[in-house]
């Protein structure tokens, strides 16, 4: 089972049109295929392929810190630990100390801030911090059946048995998305397992922050999807940066290849010795059939 993340850094390069388009090419060969929608705050491969959210098949839980205030011995060692800022004591010593309140101030927990890591409740050597379960997101299973009335020209059939949609979906409003992630991951390499899976896609969200940092983790390739524009290759510099500290192997895909500068993109590829797999030509057709939630299998199929 090969783990293949598509990435890019920058929104709006193609990320999701690419891994829906690769996951199809991969199915049309034969290979039984999970794409796992790891864009938690705004999945839209099932949009792209057609397909609603119904049931969730899991619900996605995480802990995170409740503080017991009579435990509490205001030592500060929580905040120390920390390493998201999700906990401070705030300066000013309250004016009136109840019986049996030591000096000090109580730690305020940022809930915002806050990963559910564990840290704190780990060190507090009072046992003073509880951890608390909190519904965070949802998993959903799609099993596509129905690619053919999502490709423009009907006349091009494609094996439809062998191909699972996986979306995470992060709890509306939440901050740190990491854990979701890492939890819809998970879920969709136990369900490779299971089912003998050759490839489970990964369509992560733009960035370089945790919830990117999550999908791309132990994936044996990732496919960095870019554009030659300035935030393009900007964007590139920053994933392409990521992969080599986290030790992954990456490709570029230039998409929209015909317009703009390429001369910064294959700069960067130098630079990190990295080859250019594809160049996909901006095409009129290509985004009409994009803005009617389509996609043009035939014309674009990733080799
Ligand atoms: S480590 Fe425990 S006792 Fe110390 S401030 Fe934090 S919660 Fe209170
Ligand atoms: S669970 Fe982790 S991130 Fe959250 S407050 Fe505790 S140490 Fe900080």
Known sequence: MKTIAISGGKGGVGKSTIAVLLANRFVK????????????????????????????????????????????????????????NAIFLPRSEPKVLLRGQVPGQYPIFIRDLCSGCGACWSVCPHKAIEPKKEETGKIYLNKISNLKSQISKPNLKS???????????????????????????EFALD???????????????AGTHCPVISSLMNCDLVYAVTEPTPMGAHDLNLILDLCKKIKVPVKIILNQAN?????????????????????IPWSKEIVKAYSKGQLLFSTCDVK
Request: charged residues 35%.
């Open 259 to 279: 317009l703009g500068d390429k001369t910064r993109i294959k700069k960067i590829a130098k630079k990190y010795k990295i080859k250019i797999e594809r160049e």
């Open 159 to 185: 094996q439809n048995s062998n191909f699972w949609l996986i979306t995470g979906v992060a709890k509306a409003g939440l901050e740190e998305t990491g854990p979701v992630v890492a939890k819809v991951k």
């Open 29 to 84: 060969k034969g290979k039984r295929v999970i794409l796992c929608d790891c864009d938690v705050e705004c999945p839209n491969d099932y949009l792209l392929l057609g397909q609603k959210l119904k049931r969730p098949e899991k619900k996605i839980y995480t802990e995170f810190p409740k503080l017991n205030k009579k435990k509490c011995k205001k030592c500060g060692l929580c905040v120390k630990t920390c390493r998201s």
């Open 191 to 205: 369900f490779a397992k299971k089912i003998k899976a050759d490839y489970v896609l990964l369509d992560t969200a």
